[in-house]
């Protein structure tokens, strides 16, 4: 069993930055491949990012490729997704997510476990 909680979302100027942090917890949750995901109203819920247990290889959506990049501390329990150059675009609720399968995946189905989101609000 893997325990997520997000935090660090809140308003943000266009262009700004900001940090996500995903808390984890379980005996085994450093053995999990690590995602980032966004949903916003009315729309369904996206890959962002994800990382392999071990930090060594990521993968991005298109859309934040260059201004998103997700890393991940084993010693803190805590996967971050650090955001820049935010745009409107980027509004959202980000959830960190979990997968034990061996793959870095871009599918909401492959990951078992979800954290409860945090609010990323970009305004012009």
């Known amino acids: 069993q893997v325990q997520l909680m997000e935090s660090g979302g809140g308003l943000v100027q266009a262009g700004g930055s900001l940090t996500l942090s995903c808390a984890a917890s379980g005996r085994t949750w450093t053995t999990y491949n690590m995602g980032w995901f966004r949903q916003s109203p009315g729309k369904e819920r996206r890959f962002v990012a994800a990382?392999?247990?071990?930090?060594?290889?990521?993968r991005y959506a298109d859309s934040v490729k260059g201004r998103f990049t997700i890393s991940k501390d084993n010693a803190k329990d805590t996967v971050y997704l650090q955001m820049s150059s935010l745009t409107l675009e980027d509004t959202a609720v980000y959830y960190c997510a979990a997968t034990g399968l061996g793959i870095v995946s871009a599918q909401v189905e492959n990951y078992s476990y979800w954290g409860q989101g945090t609010q990323v609000t970009v305004s012009s």
């Open positions: 990382i392999t247990w071990s930090g060594d290889s990521t």
